[in-house]
């Protein structure tokens, strides 16, 4: 939660400010932010977890270690970047490539939704008590990431998909802290394809995801990160069923 929330600090407090992009591949970039916040939560692991390794989205990996932390320290760059509020600042520890402890800070909002692999809790700079997060279908809300690849393309022709349409609210967020929504009950559902196997982006959400009780499976409806890869979070076991039927429906 240190870790998570000094980034968070450095997010927020040049968010609306000038930036400087640096180019990566295609329409993607990086600023100056994203380097900083990195390199304020290293700081905050290198006090705490020394011997710890640490593999960052912008200065990549140090260290060698069972225990290594994943960072990625602003998720939402080009919302960022554009002022748009939606992005966040993922930290999740794997401990034997196993993630047992995660913290995703939403800088815009000033709440850190964190776990210790049995439970998830929300602390807000409002309210300081940790609330328990329960996840909940009632928004009827979807995120679907459309920089991920499918198979058949099928993301993306959900979003056009009138049964899919009629259930759920499809949204395109540009950002993993809509996986978290997922755990704390405001989405539905997310959906996202590819390896995500000790992914920066996506560790510390699917942490909060299964501590809270979402349902969490690979594309196929099968065990995350095994044959048919990428990622369905459902808030309970109803809406992943309904979820994998339009996507088979699409095959």
């Known amino acids: 939660m240190r ?10 407090s040049r968010f609306g400010a000038e930036t400087r ?23 905050v692991l290198a006090e705490s977890r020394p011997d710890d390794g640490v593999v960052g989205e912008e200065l990549g990996a140090v260290g060698l ?14 919302n960022f ?23 995703v800070a939403d800088p815009a909002a000033g709440d850190v939704f964190w776990t210790d692999g ?19 279908p009632s928004s009827r809300l ?5 920089d991920a690849s499918y198979p058949a393309d099928i993301g993306i022709r959900l979003l ?3 049964p899919f349409r009629a259930e759920f609210g499809p949204r395109c967020l540009s950002t993993t802290l809509a996986l978290a929504w997922v755990a704390t009950g405001q989405q539905a559902g997310y959906i996202t ?36 890869h990428g990622l369905i979070a459902a808030a309970d076991a109803e809406t992943h069923a309904s979820l994998l039927s339009a996507m088979n429906s699409l095959r």
């Open 142 to 146: 979807v995120s679907i990431d459309l």
């Open 21 to 43: 992009r640096i180019a990566k591949q295609g329409l993607d970039f990086a600023t100056d932010v994203d380097i900083e916040a990195e390199r304020a939560i290293r700081d």
């Open 193 to 228: 394809g590819g390896d995500l196997r000790g992914s920066v982006h996506w560790t510390a959400g699917i942490a909060l995801c299964r501590a809270a009780g979402v349902r969490v499976t690979n594309l196929a409806g099968d065990e995350l990160h095994t044959g048919e």
């Open 3 to 12: 870790a998570a929330l000094a980034g968070a600090a450095v997010v927020r």
């Open 81 to 103: 970047a554009a002022g748009v509020p939606l992005f966040g600042v993922n930290v999740a520890l794997e401990e034997d490539g196993l993630a047992t402890t995660a913290a």
């Open 118 to 136: 049995a439970g998830a809790w929300r602390r807000s700079v409002d309210k300081p008590a940790d609330r328990p997060l329960v996840p909940s």
């Open 160 to 162: 056009s998909h009138e």
């Open 65 to 78: 270690s069972s225990r290594r932390w994943l960072v990625d320290p602003l998720c939402g760059t080009l």
